[in-house]
């Protein structure tokens, strides 16, 4: 099994994005969707875990990166 080593955290909220970082182990590199320029889709899910999937596919695809997402 491969290890993550680098991992997209689907969220442009400065806030939000440190406690997620806070939680993952320090040996990940961590990026935002601000370094790549992109900006959050549209979140049309009528519910947190759809628009939580909506931002983690929408990310992983702009950068061909895992992606972490959360919506609430």
């Known amino acids: 099994m491969n290890k ?3 991992i997209l955290i689907g969220t442009n909220n400065a806030g939000k994005y440190r406690e997620i970082c806070d939680l993952l182990p320090n040996g990940i590199e961590k990026y935002s969707p601000r370094e790549f320029n992109i900006k ?33």
């Open 40 to 72: 959050t889709p549209p979140e049309t899910g009528k519910t947190f875990e759809e628009n939580s999937f909506i931002k983690a596919a929408y990310f992983s695809n702009k950068t061909n990166l895992i992606c972490l997402s959360d919506d609430s």
């Open 4 to 6: 993550i080593k680098k």
